[in-house]
């Protein structure tokens, strides 16, 4: 089992940046594919990216390509999501996922973290 814990959230105007970290804890996170998903206000929860265990392969929403980068550092057991030109329409609860199935990130992973907020304004 692992524990999942997000940083990074916060305000930021829209055409800005935000890094947000996800740290795993009680297993080694290596063992996992991670990602992350977010859910706005009153709507679904959504795909956002995912990385493979090695970091060689990752994949990414439509909405968010060329604009977000994930990455991890497996020393030290956690995960990134670099949002750059961050739009209104970005703003939700981001949330870190983990499976050691990465099809599971077309459905829904087994561990999740608390989330964190991220609001662009306009």
């Known amino acids: 089992q692992v524990q999942l814990v997000e940083s990074g959230g916060g305000l930021v105007q829209a055409g800005g940046s935000l890094r947000l970290s996800c740290v795993a804890s009680?297993?080694?996170?290596?063992?996992?594919?991670m990602g992350w998903f977010r859910q706005a206000l009153e709507k679904g929860r959504e795909f956002v990216a995912r990385?493979?265990?090695?970091?060689?392969?990752?994949n990414y929403a439509d909405s968010v390509r060329g604009r977000f980068t994930i990455s991890r550092d497996n020393a030290k057991n956690t995960v990134y999501l670099q949002m750059n030109s961050l739009k209104p329409e970005d703003t939700a609860v981001y949330y870190c996922?983990?499976?050691?199935?990465?099809?599971?990130?077309?459905?829904?992973?087994?561990?999740w973290g608390q989330g964190t907020q991220v609001t662009v304004s306009s």
């Open positions: 996922a983990a499976d050691r199935s990465g099809a599971a990130f077309t459905t829904t992973p087994n561990y």
């Open positions: 009680g297993r080694s996170s290596s063992a996992y594919h």
């Open positions: 990385i493979d265990r090695s970091g060689g392969g990752a």
